[in-house]
């Protein structure tokens, strides 16, 4: 491999000798006599019984495994040296896994006692272990699941009057079926649905002590009748003896709203009512604003937050949802909501509750400043941020976000005697006013049923200067997110307007394109777009199974046309080609559809290794009054987040090949992208990668050849990248380096595009890539 270079020998020798190392004398540690615990396998009869389950309840597993087969934690352990019982090696390894017999049954009886809650009492477990010569163990457990007990019969007895009603209406989303399994983890999944159908419609008192079960398992064919019962509501009597009642259903009286730490003692009057004239107190309905001096917050923040009252009686659901709401509103550092007891009834003769919520306000105005380092394909620069935060500007919970950017980045582009250098820089500012509701008065507050909606007014100015043009871009957006769930948030910007100047265009790069379609995408020109997004997200700051759906839709321009079509205005002839447009703001307007959809999946261990992928799809294509979608609004390909073995915006598109002395800067109206990595943990906080990259851009309407989108050879023009990763975990943020070595070039001839292994690390095929965070 004449072509291999150094660097990548040594890489690669080291890795191989690291391999050989820490894959022998695994039993170095272990104890004459005793035996590394190798393999434990579960066998089962039954498809319906879950290994991966009864996985969690082995009180002994093996050591941990990447890549599936190599205990390299153990390896490292191993390379430690006897006599330093705190070594480095030790500490940053994993401990051998001693072969224990006493384990081995505990785990039988784990193994019993989930079976058992699964309804499979007659189950036999059995284990056989085999010792083997080299010192390793292997543990088989074997499950014979035998007949499982089902329900015969459910039935329920409320001794209750005011809750039979009540519960009977709720027996749909029951799962306590006959003839289904005898299973005490729904019994008691039962127990919390009918419980929270109780603590949501007003019994503010009701708890766990008053469900329980009888079973009667005498019946023949392993069937049990089973019954569930409802108690009455408990208490002691004047003589101090446990007594009985129907229970009582709360609904709400007053609330009051306090923002300061010492208001609350006050409220209280001698004789346990409450008492609001020792304090300033502003009344709307029954709603009561406490504070002392200046009002620091406006009362329908408050109130617009507080969905206890969404309903007239005591709800936890709604009262959870006004703890997201009011944290949400990023202003407060604590949040205490607690109801007290009247000595009233309302008329129906139900007690009533009175609500206190409790707010203590943190900083409302905050400043940022920073200067970094950028290095982005090797180009090495500096940025300059200054920021600016008011959580409350207008006192109602509008936030003020005020950024400050400059940066400047020497980009290097060509080869040879034709090599040379560039100072991109760049400067902006960006305004964006979030308030804490929805600004349209036709939209009933209940619409947002989970979590309170955002309005957002955004407007930027930005200046770039790069090798190829100067462009200057101006913003105005306006729209609204919200939360449908916990995993689900909607992003729509009604109006998103974008007044694009280009300008100090070079020469040489216009002469390449000067004849082609994607010319009349660098011309002046605006976007007044609508946008929507649709975010379905799992994934948290833990390392653990995740699903990430997103899906995004924008269109431009069609108001604009329809208008200038309807009033019958008059075309002009594009700078660029001989299509005539509509212009507004004296700028020709851009009119495009944008479709695109991204799915990511992560399943991870205990300890964060394990394997993701990603797959993303997207579409843009211009009609009426463009030829072309915008350079901005087009896709690209390569770099971090993309195909790492080529530098971002390298790739396509299709099969085309830029020149030389070209600055990378390659677009496309399709996207089609795919990625799959497998992670595994190297040594605290170090993790390693391996990865797969496919994909490529395409064009819709280009006359450069191979630049176009074609179903009969797409897919021999699918690029193929592949690699390792490094990752350092600082807990707050994941710094990454990457390494994408080339395998399938659909720039290079047909029958010349799969590279050969001499070929992976000739220079131009292998593309080290820096990022911040997993790159999906």
Not at 169 to 191: C, H, M, Q, V
């Amino acid at each position: 491999m004449k072509h291999l270079s150094p660097f990548w020998s040594l890489l690669s020798g080291t890795f191989l000798v690291v391999l050989l190392v820490t894959g022998c004398r695994t039993n170095k540690y272990v104890p004459k006599g005793d035996y590394l615990l190798s393999e434990v396998t579960i066998h089962t009869d039954n498809h319906e019984i879950d290994r991966n389950i009864l996985k969690t309840y082995q009180r002994q597993k093996p050591n941990t495994k990447i890549f599936g087969f190599w205990k390299f934690h153990l390896g490292l352990y191993n390379l430690s040296s006897k006599k330093n019982e705190k070594g480095w090696f030790k500490r940053i390894g994993e401990a051998p896994v001693i072969y224990d017999p006493y384990l081995t049954e505990k785990t039988k009886t784990e193994f019993g006692r989930y079976l058992q809650n699964k309804g499979f009492y007659n189950a036999v477990i059995r284990d056989s272990t085999v010792l083997r010569a080299n010192g390793k163990a292997e543990v088989h457990y074997f499950i014979q699941s035998n007949t499982p007990y089902r329900i015969h019969q459910f039935s329920a007895e409320i001794k209750d009057d005011s809750l039979r009603r009540y519960l009977q209406a709720k027996e749909e989303g029951s799962k306590l079926k006959s003839n289904g399994y005898f299973d005490s983890d729904e019994l008691n999944n039962e127990t919390n649905r009918l419980l929270k159908e109780l603590q949501n419609g007003g019994y503010y008192k009701a708890t766990r002590n008053i469900f329980y079960y009888e079973a009667d398992s005498t019946r023949e064919n392993h069937s049990v009748d089973l019954k569930l019962i409802v108690e009455k509501e408990s208490y002691a009597d004047t003589a101090g003896r446990v007594a009985y009642k129907n229970h009582e259903r709360y609904y709400l009286h007053n609330f009051y709203y306090l923002n300061e730490k010492d208001i609350q003692s006050t409220l209280l009057s001698d004789n346990g009512t409450t008492d609001t004239t020792r304090n300033d107190t502003l009344r709307i309905g029954h709603h009561f604003f406490v504070y002392k001096g200046k009002r620091r917050l406006k009362p329908d923040l408050l109130m617009n937050a507080n969905h206890i009252d969404d309903k007239p009686y005591f709800s936890q659901e709604l009262v959870d949802r006004t703890y997201n709401d009011l944290f949400a509103l990023r202003l407060f550092k604590v949040v205490n909501i607690r109801f007290a007891e009247t000595r009233e009834k309302d008329a129906a003769g139900n007690p009533l509750l009175d609500c206190y919520i409790q707010v203590t306000p943190g900083l409302n105005q905050s400043y940022s400043a920073s200067v970094e380092g950028t290095n982005s394909l090797g180009n090495l620069g500096v940025a300059g941020n200054l920021g600016y935060q008011h959580k409350n500007l207008f006192r109602g919970g509008e936030v003020l976000d005020l950024q400050f950017l400059a940066a400047t980045q020497k980009q290097s582009f060509g080869a040879g005697d034709s090599a040379s250098t560039f100072h991109t820089v760049e400067t902006g500012v960006d305004a964006r006013i979030t308030i804490p509701k929805y600004l349209v008065p036709l939209i009933r507050r209940n619409f947002f049923e989970y979590s309170a909606p955002q309005t957002f007014f955004n407007t930027s100015y930005n200046y770039q200067q790069r090798p190829d043009y100067t462009r200057t871009i101006a913003r105005l957006a306006f729209g609204y997110q919200w939360k449908s769930s916990n995993f689900t948030t909607h992003r729509v910007n009604v109006l998103d307007i974008n007044l694009v100047k280009m300008f100090a265009l070079d020469s040489l790069f216009l002469d390449r394109i000067e004849n082609l379609y994607i010319r009349s995408s660098y011309i002046d020109h605006s976007i007044t777009a609508f946008n929507y997004s649709y975010t379905y997200s799992t994934q948290t700051q833990n390392k653990s199974d995740y699903v990430v759906t997103k899906f995004n839709g924008e269109t431009a321009g069609n108001l604009l046309y329809g208008v200038r079509t309807l009033f019958g205005n008059a075309k002009r002839l594009a700078d660029i080609g001989t299509i005539h447009q509509y212009t507004f703001l004296n700028t020709p307007f851009a009119q495009y559809l944008k479709l695109d959809f991204e799915y990511r999946r992560g399943w991870m261990d205990r300890i964060g290794n394990g394997f993701a992928v990603r797959g993303f799809a997207g579409v843009a294509f211009a009609y009426g009054n463009a030829d072309q979608v915008p350079f901005e609004r087009k896709y690209f390909s390569g770099g971090a987040n993309g195909l790492r073995a080529w530098p971002i915006r390298t790739l396509g598109p299709g099969t085309y090949r830029a020149g030389a002395n070209e600055f990378p800067n390659q677009s496309g109206d399709i996207k089609l992208e795919g990625n799959a990595e497998y992670r595994f943990l190297l040594m605290k906080p170090l993790e390693g990668a391996f990865f797969v990259d496919l994909g490529n851009i395409w064009s819709v309407k280009d006359n450069r050849p191979g630049t176009e989108f074609a179903l009969n050879r797409f897919y021999k023009e699918i690029a193929v990248g592949s690699g390792l990763g490094l990752r350092y975990d600082f807990s707050y943020v994941i710094l990454r380096l990457d390494l994408g070595v080339k395998v399938h070039d659909p720039s290079l001839d047909e029958g010349k595009r799969w590279l050969s292994p001499n070929q992976y690390f000739q220079s131009g095929n292998i593309n080290f890539v820096f990022g911040i965070g997993y790159p999906f």
